[in-house]
């Protein structure tokens, strides 16, 4: 009578690499601890070293995970963890998120390395806290079971709240990790007793069950799964569930706020994506309603916010929440084109995310964010190669040809009119249009405005260039060459092509 | 060799891009390795280099241009995004072929004639004009809608850096209000991408943005049905905005900011002048073409019924844009603004001419697009060299600079004989052949239009009263210095195809001819039903015959 030998450890082989590698790096961590500087003339290893020593475990486990879900992505198939009870699956959706955010984390603990010891907070913790969070985040995104979507919730965000607060001296990120964790909180209680009502409609949590009985004329489905997306969308900052994010990505580390607004975001749609595609309808007619709401909210509010802000992690704050409207036209569109125009947005996304953020990180001074948009006014100057990198990011962001955003934007919209949401479309490229102002501010404060007082970091550390090369490289090959497939390993697909798989599998007939 | 022959077009379009990403790639390089970066004097060179290389393989092009065909030629097609509709897509035909031409010709004149400009501006300024190139020349090659929609979008990032970063004190301002308007007008070019898409998808559950399509059976623009503007069909809702009409009306403003036609010309009137010289020259000689440009290749062919719908209104509006610039630009004071404004007259005639639905105001327009570019960077040019030597730029403040500088003098007369159109230069063949068409259709138009082309003619004769002979205005034209041998150089270059064209269209004509009737012919089977509202207006003669009836070939 052995349960054990019927489980799939497979399914979770990503998860797994991603704690163990979480486990490892505080071990090692604790284990070099002695090795530290404690003002003794002779140590046989700098603190520099130990903490690179911690960074390079931290993304080499990163790197085997990310790989590993490519691996399964290419084998193809589903494979549940436990077959007779399916909570955790490992299909093409999930291997494919699970690889954008084991690398997306990657890149994070790569930008992270300098930038913690200038503020001087470099703590090996921050990695494993870091990693349990994507842990969490590749458990969400295989969930197939409320149970594991709340489980894998709950691991996602606890260690974010610490990392938001991770910067214990200042005051800033102290009530930012405060209001995060009250919010957040809100969220997983909305989000549980939206659980708890479908189960009390359907008697079930497993998706296959509530697929299967979910009915929207009955009151109680209908408010569960209400609640079920308005939990989900205060994790992603839709608005209306937008105003912490502001306030969290100023006072948090910029290292933080960018591997929250990228990670998180993934994570929580591809949970809406297999929610949309697996349960609720994968042509996306019903709670169309709800999407366009959402979307159209997000969209004018986030856009019209970012036009009035003076700080630069802010803004990109506010313009997230626009993203987030983008990211709904395509769940209100829906179906095959919907779906993969969704994903494909994510790691247009992602892309163009981090590298803005990484900029921002690899200009900080000694103890301070170079945060404010004043500062940047003559970066051209000073720093062309940055001011380059930045414009490039910024133009991406705004969908400008050329760059991965506009693609994305154009699959969207192309998703959109395909379900004859022409005035959603409409409404997003107006939208697009405002964005072009805030974004296009930050380059011509660069390249018009005088030079500043505010002097930035005259330096960029390796880790900083790994991440603006690996960005700047992405957006303009996936914008020029976007039906080209680049890596051997997955034969001829291009990023289109994998997006398109990974949902083609649940929709087509 | 054979590979550049292969893919000439591409070459031509690209070039300039390319090698200015391979100098900031150098420079990245040199600069790492502890060096200086690349001297000055040979970016200015290399950006010439660049560009001239890319008119020659343009000279190349027009010299294998079959005129007996009424295909697109030197086509290169590759699927980019398939699914979404979009491909690289280019080719040439007697449209667009003489605009390739203008473009690659202009910018290594432009390049030279500001090589003091250049000088100062750097590597960073040699790449926006060379990025600014492909993207116009980009736009004009393109027979894909979404990727002339890319170009067309993209040509206004180096524009906005060229004004912000080198333009006149708040040129910062100028350039976001240019950008502004520009992304406006790209916003409702995307509304009726979207339109047409959802048409499309409707049709053929698929999404195709090229032009025509290579392959019989295909589903390009040109195959998709677009309903005409009868609204209360049967089946159909009581409102129906996916017409011709509503079509039509959004390329339309899409295209008329971008000329920009008469209510929205402001912007550009204050980003001239902002604008360092070799950009507000590129402007009035290039880009304000790809909007004119668009009313042919997109607007007119996709949406006839909706064209026809709004001719009369769009007429007047050229009407008033024609005889409306030269009266504002009598009361202006500085001489850039005053050539812009005098420009903005001759483009509405030039939209003037494409509304005509005759073969001779079609190939007057195109004509014309290249002659008045010719005539509006040579004045321009020269302006800016009295603003390099004078720092000013205001009537008021020159006068009798006949005796100081001869041959800035007679260029400046010369070019200002061309641009009204005076027999034997590029102006007259084309603002003739215009005014022929028109007067074909509605006689009245052609009067009034007459009426501004007049005006502009005493206008200009008054400025050169004014400008070039008179009283010395100001002590400091005393010592004023005529145009160096570049300067003459520049001049010489540019005056060549003008007297050219003038004295011998009939190889251009013979060129644009069979695409203008091919148009006309599209244009009338995808307005049937609607055609019977232009009988009588169509006359067979193509616009040699017109010149030749008119004596105007010696």
């Known amino acids: 009578m052995t349960v054990l030998p019927s489980l799939q450890f497979v399914a979770i082989g990503p998860i797994l690499l991603i704690v163990a590698g979480a486990l490892s790096v505080l071990l090692l961590e604790v ?10 003339p002779r140590r046989a290893v700098s603190n520099f070293q130990i903490d690179s020593a911690v960074v390079m475990t931290a993304m080499a486990f990163l790197f085997v995970a990310s790989f590993t879900a490519c691996v399964a992505f290419d084998v193809g198939g589903a494979t549940y963890f436990n077959p007779r009870r399916p909570m955790l699956v490992l ?174 975001k993934v994570a929580v749609f591809a949970v809406l994506l297999r929610w949309m595609i697996q349960v609720v309808d994968p042509a996306g007619e019903s709670l169309r309603g709800l999407w366009t709401l959402l979307a159209a909210a997000s969209l004018l509010v986030g856009s019209s916010m970012a036009l009035i802000q003076t700080q630069i992690k802010r803004m990109l704050a506010f313009s997230g929440i626009a993203h987030v409207g983008y990211l709904m036209i395509g769940l209100a ?60 990011f910024m133009l991406s962001s705004a969908g400008v040809p050329g760059t991965v955003g506009f693609i994305a934007k154009f699959a969207i919209f192309a998703a959109a009119v395909e379900m004859q949401q022409i005035p959603l479309a409409v409404l997003g490229g107006l939208t697009s249009l405002v964005s072009m102002v805030y974004y296009l501010r930050v380059p011509a404060l ?14 960029i550390s390796s880790g900083e260039l790994m991440v603006l090369t690996v960005c700047g490289v992405g957006v303009l090959l996936f914008g020029i060459l976007p039906n080209r497939g680049w890596l051997p390993l997955i034969g001829d697909l291009s990023v289109l092509d994998w997006a398109r798989e990974s949902v083609q599998v649940f929709v087509a007939p | 060799m054979e590979f550049v022959q292969d893919h000439l077009l591409s070459w031509i379009v690209f070039l300039p891009l390319g090698a200015g990403l391979v100098a900031i790639a150098l420079n990245v390089l040199l600069s790492s390795l502890g060096l200086a970066g690349i001297p000055r004097r040979l970016c200015g060179l290399l950006g010439l280099v660049a560009s001239t290389l890319s008119f020659a393989l343009c000279v190349q092009l027009v010299v294998q241009f079959d005129a007996t065909s009424i295909d697109h030629q030197f086509v290169e097609h590759a699927r980019w995004l398939p699914e979404l509709g979009v491909n690289y897509f280019v080719g040439v035909d007697g449209i667009n072929l003489l605009l390739l031409l203008l473009t690659t010709f ?115 623009l040109l195959d998709t049905t677009v309903p005409l503007m009868d609204p209360a069909g049967p089946g159909q809702s009581a409102f129906n905005w ?13 295209f008329a900011i971008r000329i920009p036609l008469v209510p929205f010309h402001r912007g550009l009137a204050h980003l001239q002048l902002a604008a360092p010289t070799a950009a507000a020259a590129l402007v009035l000689g290039v880009t304000v073409k790809l909007g004119i440009y668009g009313f042919i290749r997109y607007a007119i062919p996709l949406a006839p019924a909706g064209a026809l719908e709004f001719t009369p209104g769009l007429i007047v509006l050229a009407l008033v844009g024609v005889v409306g610039g030269a009266l504002v630009a009598m009361s202006q004071d500085d001489l850039r603004k005053c050539l812009t404004l005098i420009a903005l007259s001759q483009l509405a005639l030039m939209t003037l001419g494409v509304f005509t639905f005759n073969a001779q105001g079609l190939s007057g327009s195109v004509l014309q697009m290249l002659g008045h570019g010719l005539s509006a960077v040579a004045l321009v040019l020269l302006v800016g060299m009295l603003r390099e030597r004078r720092h000013t730029g205001l009537i008021s403040e020159s006068g009798g600079l006949a005796t100081r500088m001869p041959v800035f003098v007679a260029c400046f007369g010369l070019w200002v004989m061309s641009m009204l159109g005076v027999p034997l230069s590029s102006g007259f063949v084309g603002e003739f052949l215009i005014l022929l068409g028109t007067f074909r259709v509605h006689p009245a138009a052609a009067a009034a239009a007459l009426l501004g082309i007049l005006l502009v003619f005493a206008f200009m004769l008054r400025l050169i009263g004014r400008v070039l002979f008179g009283n010395e205005a100001r002590s400091e034209n005393r010592s004023l210095v005529d145009l160096g041998l570049r300067e003459k150089v520049v001049m010489g270059i540019l005056i060549l195809p003008v007297l050219g064209i003038g004295v011998y269209p009939e190889p251009l004509l013979r060129r644009i001819e069979p695409s203008v009737l091919n148009w006309l012919r599209t244009v009338d089977e995808r307005s049937a039903g609607t055609s019977e509202r232009r009988q009588g207006q169509r006359s067979t003669e193509g616009p040699r015959e017109a010149m030749r009836l008119a004596g105007g070939r010696p």
């Open chain 1, 31 to 40: 284990g070099l601890t002695r090795f530290r500087d404690r003002g003794s």
């Open chain 1, 91 to 264: 299909d093409p959706l999930a291997a494919f998120m699970t690889t954008i955010l084991a690398f997306s984390a990657l890149l994070s603990c790569a930008l992270a390395h300098s930038y913690l010891a200038v503020l001087g907070i470099h703590r090996g913790e921050y990695y494993a806290l870091l990693m349990v969070s994507t842990g969490g985040m590749a458990l969400l995104v295989s969930a197939v079971d409320l149970m594991a979507v709340f489980v894998g919730l709950e691991i996602m965000c606890l260690p974010l709240y610490a990392l938001v607060g991770f910067d214990r001296q200042r005051l800033e990120s102290n009530r930012s990790a405060v209001k995060y964790f009250v919010i957040g909180g809100l969220g997983s209680a909305v989000l549980l007793y939206g659980m708890a009502l479908l189960y009390g409609d359907v008697g079930q949590t497993s998706y296959a069950a509530l697929g299967d009985q979910l009915d929207f004329t009955r009151p109680l489905s209908l408010a569960g799964s209400g609640l079920l997306v308005a939990g989900l969308g205060l994790k992603v900052a839709s608005v209306p569930f937008h105003q912490w994010a502001p306030d969290v990505y100023e006072g948090a580390p910029t290292t933080v706020s960018a591997f929250m607004s990228v990670g998180v």
């Open chain 1, 333 to 392: 569109a829906g179906g095959v084109a919907g779906f993969t125009a969704v994903i494909f947005y994510l790691i247009a996304y992602t892309l163009t995310e981090l590298g803005a953020f990484a900029v921002v990180v690899a200009l900080a001074q000694r103890g301070r964010d170079f945060d404010s948009l004043a500062s940047y006014s003559g970066l051209a100057k000073t720093r062309p190669g940055m001011a380059a990198t930045m414009t490039l």
């Open chain 1, 446 to 459: 660069m390249y018009m405005g005088e030079c500043s007082q505010e002097a930035p970091r005259s330096v």
């Open chain 2, 106 to 220: 202009l910018v290594p004149v432009v390049i030279l004639a500001t090589w003091n400009e250049v000088h100062d501006g750097n590597l960073g300024y040699v790449f926006a004009i060379l990025s600014f190139e492909t993207c116009v020349l980009g736009g004009f090659a393109s027979l894909n809608l979404v990727q002339f929609y890319a170009f067309w979008e993209l040509a206004s990032l180096p524009l906005f850096f060229l004004v912000g970063i080198w333009g006149a004190e708040r040129g910062e301002r100028s350039a976001t209000r240019f950008a502004l308007s520009a992304g406006l007008g790209s916003l409702l070019l995307w509304i009726a991408i979207l339109l047409l898409a959802s048409l499309q998808f409707e049709q053929f559950g698929r999404l195709d943005f090229d032009l025509v399509s290579l392959e019989p059976g295909g589903v390009a």
């Open chain 2, 242 to 254: 996916r017409t011709q009409v509503w079509l039509f009306a959004v390329f339309a403003l899409a």
